[in-house]
C-alpha cells in the first residue's frame, strides 16, 4: 500500500497514518516513541494493557522487580516494590497489603477492540479483581 495516510476532519488538509496489518500474520513490533519503547527504556521487562475497564502494567527486571499498574482507565494506581517471580508470572502485595498477581503466557492474542496481535496474553488480579489482556516481553 503506497500511502495510508488520509484525512479524518472534513476540510482539515492535515492526515492521520493508519497501520495496516495483513490478517493472521506475526504481531506487529512497536513503533519508536510507543509506550512499549518509553517502557523499555525505563527498564521494563514486561507490559501488559487491556480493556473494559482500561488498565496497564509494566513489570521491571531482576529477580525481585518492580510491578506498577494503572486501573480503571487510570483512576487508580497499585505498585508492588518487588514482586516475585514464579512459573507463570509474578506475585506481591502492595504497601498497604493488597494481593497482585500478574500471570503472562506467549501467545498470540488480540485485545478484542483494535485487532492489533500482541506476543503474550496476560491476566492481573489485584485484590480479587482480574484484569485480561495482552502484552509483549521487552527484553526478546
Known amino acids: 500500500v503506497p500511502d495510508t495516510r488520509v484525512p479524518v476532519t472534513p476540510g482539515s488538509p492535515a492526515p492521520v497514518e493508519f497501520r495496516m496489518g495483513r ?8 513503533a519508536a516513541g510507543s509506550p512499549w ?13 487491556g480493556t473494559e475497564p482500561g488498565w496497564s502494567v509494566e513489570v521491571g527486571g531482576g529477580a525481585t522487580p518492580r510491578l506498577s499498574a494503572d486501573l480503571d482507565y487510570g483512576e487508580r494506581k497499585v505498585e508492588v516494590a518487588q514482586a516475585s ?14 494481593a497482585v498477581s500478574l500471570t503472562t503466557k506467549k501467545e498470540t492474542c488480540s485485545d478484542g477492540m483494535s485487532d ?3 506476543p503474550a496474553s496476560a491476566i492481573l488480579t489485584v485484590a480479587g479483581k482480574t484484569y485480561r489482556g495482552c502484552g509483549r516481553f521487552l527484553t526478546e
Open 23 to 30: 490478517a493472521g500474520g506475526d504481531p506487529v513490533a512497536p
Open 85 to 98: 517471580r514464579t512459573a507463570d508470572g509474578y506475585v506481591g502485595s502492595t504497601g498497604d497489603g493488597q
Open 116 to 118: 492489533t496481535e500482541y
Open 37 to 49: 519503547e518509553q517502557a523499555k527504556a525505563r527498564g521494563s521487562a514486561f507490559r501488559g494493557i
